[in-house]
């Protein structure tokens, strides 16, 4: 099997997808505008592990049932989303999809989000973090590897992601493209330059 993993957040879109969709679907929301606020930013600066910002955006869709997110994020994904889209992404995906790779879409966002996405774009397979009852029950950050050892063994392992918490997949993979967002210095020690991106 010649297997592509594509991660969503930075990557295929330009955004993160929890946060888009919770300031689409809460427009009015007083905790998006918190979560949007300099202080907010500030905390999530100095305390990073405490991801305060992403506990706000989840709080404020708290109040929506497992069907009406998956009303919504079935409108978000396939109105909204696309302007996003990495479209340099989005072609080498088309791309390996017409050479025959199948093609999983990885992520830590939530499952409601990445299963419409995956959908939309014809991935084979998805893999997401479980959200259930306004936080993630399994987040699969930086656990990219684990989450596809079911499609063990691969012929060619193809990892396309902007996190530097996918060190062990980047490291495990045959072929690599990177976006290096801020950090291509720190990406460029590690990777050859060939496989790192900014656009």
Request: hydrophobic share 45%; aromatic share 14%; glycine share 4%.
């Amino acid at each position: 099997m010649m297997l592509a993993v594509f991660d969503l957040d930075g990557t295929l879109v330009r955004c993160n997808t929890l946060f888009a969709f919770a300031r689409w679907a809460c427009r009015r929301n007083f905790t998006c505008w918190l979560a949007d606020s300099p202080i907010s930013k500030v905390v999530d600066l100095l305390f990073p592990k405490m991801r305060f910002r992403r506990r706000l955006f989840f709080a404020a869709i708290r109040r929506f049932d497992d069907r009406e997110l998956a009303h919504l994020s079935s409108i978000f994904c396939r109105d909204i989303l696309p302007r996003y889209a990495r479209r340099s992404a989005l072609s080498l995906l088309i791309a390996l999809q017409e050479k025959g790779w199948t093609t999983l879409l990885v992520s830590a966002a939530p499952d409601f989000l990445v299963r419409e996405v995956a959908r939309i774009y014809g991935f084979s397979e998805w893999r997401a973090s479980k959200y259930q009852n306004g936080e993630l029950a399994d987040d699969l950050t930086g656990k990219k590897l684990s989450a596809i050892q079911a499609f063990a063994p691969w012929e060619r392992l193809y990892a396309v992601t902007d996190n530097k918490s996918d060190l062990a997949l980047l490291r495990m993979a045959d072929y690599r493209r990177i976006y290096c967002g801020r950090h291509r210095r720190w990406w460029l020690a590690r990777f050859p330059q060939d496989e790192v991106f900014k656009g």
